[in-house]
């Protein structure tokens, strides 16, 4: 059974900074891509960044590019979202999930991220 647990959301303010983590387990991780959604209240879930099965590759949304690390470590099967120079715009539940530029998991619960002074 796939288990996708993000961590590593809260409040901070404009300019600041957090790392996100999400933990995977019931597949096998260096298999898949890994990717970061987010999804603001009212509007639809967005692909924030992805990254390939060993880390070679990165792709970003627009909105985040310069600001935001995607990386991941296999030994721990466990995908990071650096996120630098938070501006209010980045508030939103994120998500992790397999994949590249499409969800392959049902989702898990996300983890909250407030940006605000």
């Known amino acids: 059974q796939v288990q996708l647990v993000e961590s590593g959301g809260g409040l901070v303010q404009p300019g600041g900074s957090l790392r996100l983590s999400c933990a995977a387990s019931g597949f096998t991780f260096n298999t898949r891509h890994m990717s970061w959604y987010r999804q603001a209240p009212g509007k639809e879930r967005e692909l924030v960044a992805a990254?390939?099965?060993?880390?070679?590759?990165?792709q970003y949304a627009d909105s985040v590019k310069g600001r935001f690390t995607i990386s991941r470590d296999n030994d721990k099967n466990t995908v990071y979202l650096q996120m630098n120079s938070l501006k209010p715009e980045d508030t939103a539940q994120y998500y992790c999930?397999?994949?590249?530029?499409?969800?392959?998991?049902?989702w898990g619960k996300g983890t909250l991220v407030t940006v605000s002074s």
């Open positions: 999930n397999g994949g590249w530029s499409s969800a392959t998991f049902p």
């Open positions: 990254i390939t099965t060993f880390g070679k590759n990165t």
